[in-house]
């Protein structure tokens, strides 16, 4: 169901059926064209697999009716301030103390600045953005390898395409460098793994990539 967070910005809340006192919560940060059926039916599925209470937050609350160049473009004027907020009114509206978090492309690194917020206990970004692509800088947001490098972010886990232009070789091995668990998937483009109806969707490698990514959030 539709619900606003205490920021105002507009979310997806999944409760799992049957379960009364779910004792995890998710955040799931959509990707760039924000929240729409795709994520929606994916927080309803991730919450009675798993019997999580699940929160996607829209990225970009009151201009939801921004095409993808439009969102493309306002990327510049992003503030981590205010994803930072809206990660964790997310985080709240869960109703749990145990938080996790993941994201997709956009929304992959969203998930790998929120393990420096110290309000989730890991998180995991597919094919996330470990620096920002040139267009989207801007004064009031940085790379999220600032975050990955901190000595205080919880663990983290990233799904990688060797062949996703937006995630360059230097960067994940920076990334690795810095901690971070990387899995490689050889050949893989951009997108790879949440959107079926993409011409990069590979089943197999995604059904994989979902299985060590649940593991994860679920290690101790």
């Not at 997806?12 to 729409?36: N, S, Y």
């Not at 999580?52 to 990225?59: D, I």
Request: some cysteine; aromatic content about 8%; hydrophobic content about 45%.
């Amino acid at each position: 169901m539709r619900i606003e967070l205490s920021t105002g910005t507009p979310a997806e809340l999944a409760r799992p059926a049957g379960v009364d006192q779910p004792t995890r919560g998710l955040v799931v940060f959509p990707d760039i064209l924000g929240l729409r059926p795709l994520f929606d039916d994916m927080c309803q599925r991730l919450a009675d697999e798993q019997g999580w209470v699940v929160c996607a937050p829209e990225p970009f609350p009151g201009a939801e009716q921004l095409d993808v160049g439009e969102r493309l473009t306002a990327m510049a004027a992003a503030s981590d301030s205010r994803f930072r907020a809206d990660a964790l009114a997310a985080a709240e509206a869960t109703g749990c103390e145990q938080v996790g978090a993941i994201g997709f492309c956009m929304g992959g690194m969203l998930a790998f600045k929120a393990a420096g917020t110290g309000r989730f206990d890991r998180t995991a970004g597919f094919y996330g953005m470990i620096r920002l692509p040139v267009d989207w800088r801007g004064p009031m947001h940085a790379d999220a390898i600032v975050t990955l490098r901190a000595a205080d972010r919880c663990p983290v886990m990233a799904i990688i395409g060797t062949a996703d232009p937006y995630t360059p070789a230097v960067d994940v091995a920076d990334a690795e460098a810095a901690g971070v668990h990387i899995v490689r998937y050889e050949g893989a483009e951009h997108g790879f793994v949440h959107d079926a109806s993409r011409p990069a969707h590979r089943a197999a490698d995604a059904a994989d990539a979902w299985r060590r990514v649940i593991a994860f959030l679920r290690s101790e």
